[in-house]
């Protein structure tokens, strides 16, 4: 029988965790157990189980607050999600340097900075589990998307680099990949009918995501059920990456 509080007595980190999927993750972490160092930029809605760390990701400062609240908490963390995101859209050959560093800077960097960090943290021996939020754009092109597919492909390099430098040290780094989920930053695709209506005919499963259930396998990779899963990617999309375009004519 599962425990029902798979997390219990942990200290989970949590970046990007003021809206969207990054807040249903905290929440979800919280469920299982975990107290939860939420970190974001944006103010963090007051939970229990949930403490608050305002900074951005990319500075190291909030690094360093994030890793002392945990201890704080009776840490140190041992699991950390990465969730941390910015909005950069334009076409390739228009895209600004600062848009293009900025992406990179707090998608990729910073995950590599906080990683670290947070491993660094660790007793020797302790075991830990990483998980990194990519995307399906990490597979395929989107115009206007360059900097987020690249910044997310990157994130997947790392996510395998993790796994192979930190495995001995009983460190597993993941990825969760999650389809379309509707959320305040995509409001104009699942809220215009037609943009929604093309975007279901691309869902195998006929329907969107939610942030809960992107939040269930994160969990799921961050706790001991998943203690011999290290490296991996596992898409949260109902089957959209597994689908070619021919699909749409049948």
């Given at each position: 029988m599962n425990?029902?509080?798979?997390?219990?007595?942990?200290?989970?980190?949590?970046?990007?965790?003021a809206q969207g999927i990054g807040a249903a993750v905290a929440a979800e972490l919280t469920a299982r157990g975990a107290r939860v160092v939420a970190v974001d930029l944006a103010p963090v809605a007051a939970a229990a189980g949930i403490t608050p760390v305002h900074g951005d990701v990319a500075d190291p400062g909030t690094v360093r607050a994030a890793l002392a609240t945990a201890e704080a908490l009776g840490g140190p963390a041992?699991?950390?999600?990465?969730?941390?995101?910015?909005?950069?859209?334009?076409?390739?050959?228009?895209?600004?340097?600062?848009?293009w560093d900025a992406m990179?800077?707090?998608?990729?960097?910073?995950?590599?900075?906080?990683?670290?960090a947070f491993?660094?943290?660790?007793?020797?021996?302790?075991p830990a589990s990483i998980v990194h939020?990519?995307?399906?754009?990490?597979?395929?092109?989107?115009?206007?998307?360059?900097?987020?597919?690249?910044?997310?492909a990157g994130l997947?390099?790392?996510?395998?680099?993790?796994?192979?430098?930190?495995?001995?040290?009983?460190?597993?780094?993941?990825?969760v990949a999650p389809g379309f989920?509707?959320?305040?930053?995509?409001r104009q695709v699942w809220t215009d009918p037609e943009l929604s209506a093309a975007m279901l005919r691309a869902a195998p499963l006929g329907r969107f995501g939610?942030?809960?259930?992107?939040?269930?396998?994160v969990a799921f990779l961050a706790g001991d059920e998943a203690s011999f899963v290290n490296g991996a990617c596992l898409a949260v999309d109902g089957g959209m990456t597994a689908m070619l375009p021919e699909a749409l004519l049948r």
């Open positions: 425990h029902p509080h798979p997390l219990a007595d942990r200290v989970a980190i949590v970046t990007g965790a041992t699991v950390l999600v990465q969730a941390a995101f910015t909005d950069t859209r334009a076409p390739l050959d228009d895209l600004a340097d600062d848009a990179l800077g707090t998608v990729l960097t910073a995950a590599r900075r906080f990683d670290a491993v660094r943290a660790l007793p020797a021996g302790t939020l990519a995307s399906p754009h990490a597979f395929g092109a989107v115009p206007g998307f360059a900097a987020y597919a690249a910044a997310k997947l390099a790392l996510t395998r680099a993790a796994a192979v430098e930190w495995g001995r040290r009983g460190v597993r780094c993941n990825a989920v509707p959320v305040e930053r995509n939610t942030a809960a259930e992107v939040a269930r396998a």
